[in-house]
């Protein structure tokens, strides 16, 4: 421990009290649908079980045109509420901040499993370099619902107790 002196020791982000510095970031998990589930629920939690002191929960959708795969939070209605509340409880109940990470793909979708891809949605119908497909271009009022769909995205994780987004 020498190495990393700090390592076991609180620190405070923003408004939220961290036990450690080991943070579980947010990745990808193909472990849920439309809204956490049983599955994601165990696998945060025991990462909270096992030390981490702060967890990112995988991104979401903040809007309906935000798909990039069928296995993918969506945080575009209050159906994910209760599954971010159990996500919350269950993390916090071993002392560990939970926060959210929202997301729109735009132009980066890539194709599913069976060959379909859904359609990709971006401010102008320019082909991203990472998974070359051909997005569609957004109209001004698109954009804005996709805007808004942040903040109301974030409001449902805050009310669903999550610490932060």
Same mark, same amino acid.
């Given at each position: 421990?020498?190495?990393?002196?700090?390592?076991?020791? !609180?620190?405070?982000?923003?408004?939220?009290? *961290?036990?450690? #510095?080991? &943070?579980?970031?947010?990745?990808?998990?193909?472990?849920? =649908?439309?809204?956490?589930?049983?599955?994601?629920?165990?696998?945060?939690?025991?990462?909270? +079980?096992? $030390?981490? $002191?702060?967890?990112?929960?995988? *991104?979401? @959708?903040?809007?309906?045109? %935000?798909?990039?795969?069928?296995?993918?939070?969506?945080?575009?209605?209050?159906?994910?509420? !209760? $599954?971010?509340?159990?996500?919350?409880? %269950?993390?916090?109940?071993? $002392?560990?901040?939970?926060? =959210?990470?929202?997301?729109?793909?735009?132009?980066?979708?890539?194709?599913? &499993?069976? =060959? *379909?891809?859904?359609?990709?949605? +971006?401010?102008?119908?320019?082909?991203?370099?990472?998974?070359?497909?051909? !997005?569609?271009?957004?109209?001004? #009022?698109?954009?804005?619902?996709?805007?808004? @769909?942040? =903040?109301?995205?974030?409001?449902?994780?805050?009310? %669903?107790?999550?610490?932060? *987004?």
């Amino acid at each position: 421990m020498a190495r990393f002196p700090t390592l076991f020791s !609180p620190f405070r982000l923003g408004g939220i009290e *961290v036990s450690n #510095r080991i &943070v579980f970031t947010a990745h990808h998990t193909h472990l849920s =649908g439309d809204v956490p589930n049983d599955d994601l629920v165990a696998y945060y939690e025991s990462r909270a +079980a096992g $030390g981490a $002191g702060l967890i990112v929960v995988e *991104v979401a @959708g903040v809007h309906s045109s %935000a798909r990039f795969s069928s296995d993918f939070i969506q945080a575009d209605s209050d159906e994910c509420i !209760p $599954g971010y509340r159990r996500i919350a409880q %269950a993390c916090h109940h071993h $002392g560990c901040p939970v926060l =959210g990470q929202l997301y729109h793909p735009g132009r980066e979708t890539r194709g599913k &499993v069976d =060959g *379909v891809t859904p359609v990709a949605w +971006a401010p102008s119908a320019l082909p991203g370099e990472r998974h070359h497909v051909m !997005p569609r271009a957004m109209s001004g #009022r698109l954009i804005k619902e996709v805007v808004e @769909g942040y =903040g109301t995205a974030a409001a449902r994780v805050t009310v %669903a107790g999550l610490d932060g *987004v």
